[in-house]
């Protein structure tokens, strides 16, 4: 059956990119997709008040899936001093509580570091942690602000088992990524995962603190497999963990619930180099894959499979870059060599 993918191309970058994953779904003639787009963003905000219309949540509860850009401008804010970000409103209108960041080196060239391989994902909470209280109205002009770092037990249940279950498809390894020393939820937090982890006694744990994540992720990637954090750690972590792959240009997601889905590039909207046609492409691609994984059905697995060929053909070429990884291609220019190589 036809399947609808609800668009939300949103600001800077967002539309250049989207583009991009259109342009690489029309080239594979085995998906038969409806592409709807949907306002949202800053600018949306701008034009009608609103950075997430009520027809753009119900366009998108009724898709099979969303594909999303990027969202913000900077200078656009709320009166509190927090940009907009309907991307984050998203997660939590529809429970996509499980925050997926592959990090995988697709070319030496592209590292600062010596790492031979780097090759793994990251499941970032994202509907409570860290980000929990971020709604709560702030009093403006108090001396002391509070933000509040939420673990629940069935937030962490379903987090926990979402991520076992992904290791199960992969190496078998699963790293907790905590502050269980220090702060109270953190240690809740491993408490829980200390308990699903006997339902999957085929998957080999580990707890490691995030702040010692932060240097093995750049001494040792390649000791990795599948890691689960809470929110904000992950939202720090995965950036990082772009940053050694070739940046943010090279970091696909995807934040899924139990019946739906938004696939992104992990990358913001880049308001320095957006409009300029030399946004690299290739993090938004890799998100058209994760969605078609998800889906699940042959054809789109036959397609999430030429996809990542492809991608991974074009990108075992150095010269094959956008200015974020020192080459001179434009956004149209890296599409059309991936899609060449479907
Ligand atoms: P957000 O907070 O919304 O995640 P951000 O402000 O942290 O966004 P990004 O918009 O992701 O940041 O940009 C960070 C840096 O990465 C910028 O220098 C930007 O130009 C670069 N960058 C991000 N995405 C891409 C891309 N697709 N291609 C090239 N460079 C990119």
């Known amino acids: 059956?036809?399947?609808?993918?609800?668009?939300?191309?949103?600001?800077g970058i967002g539309p250049e990119v989207l583009e991009a994953a259109e342009a690489v779904i029309r080239a594979l003639p085995e998906l038969d997709f409806d592409l709807v787009e949907w306002p949202c963003g800053a600018g949306e905000y701008l034009k009608n008040g609103d950075p997430l219309p009520k027809a753009t949540i119900e366009g998108c509860r009724a898709a099979d899936a969303i594909l999303l850009g990027a969202m913000g401008i900077p200078a656009v804010r709320w009166a509190d001093g927090r940009e907009m970000a309907p991307q984050i409103d998203l997660r939590e209108i529809f429970g996509l509580y499980a925050g997926v960041r592959p990090t995988k080196l697709y070319n030496a060239a592209h590292s600062p570091l010596k790492a031979p391989v780097i090759d793994y994902v990251l499941v970032r909470e994202s509907t409570e942690g860290l980000f929990s209280t971020r709604l709560r109205p702030r009093v403006m002009g108090a001396d002391e602000v509070r933000d509040e770092m939420l673990v629940t037990r069935a937030g962490s249940e379903r987090l926990f088992r979402f991520s076992f279950e992904l290791a199960t498809h992969r190496r078998n390894k699963l790293t907790l990524i905590d502050k269980a020393n220090v702060l109270p939820s953190m240690a809740f937090f491993r408490e829980v995962f200390d308990e699903i982890a006997k339902e999957y006694p085929q998957v080999e744990t580990e707890r490691v603190y995030v702040d010692a994540m932060a240097l093995y992720l750049v001494q040792r990637p390649q000791s990795f497999d599948v890691m689960v954090t809470e929110n904000m750690f992950g939202d720090i972590l995965s950036d990082l963990a772009a940053a050694t792959v070739g940046g943010m240009g090279m970091a696909p997601s995807a934040d899924i619930g139990d019946d739906l889905a938004v696939f992104q590039p992990a990358h913001g909207s880049a308001p320095d180099i957006a409009g300029q046609g030399k946004a690299n492409p290739v993090a938004t691609i890799l998100s058209v894959a994760m969605m078609l994984e998800w889906f699940g059905d042959v054809d789109?697995?036959?397609?999430?499979?030429?996809?990542?060929?492809?991608?991974?053909?074009?990108?075992?070429?150095?010269?094959?870059?956008?200015?974020?990884?020192?080459?001179?291609?434009?956004?149209?220019?890296?599409?059309?060599?991936?899609?060449?190589?479907?």
């Open 1 to 11: 059956m036809k399947k609808q993918i609800a668009m939300l191309p949103g600001d």
């Open 300 to 342: 789109s697995l036959n397609a999430a499979g030429r996809i990542r060929r492809a991608v991974e053909l074009v990108m075992s070429d150095a010269a094959n870059a956008t200015g974020d990884l020192r080459g001179g291609l434009s956004t149209r220019e890296l599409t059309a060599k991936i899609i060449g190589a479907l």
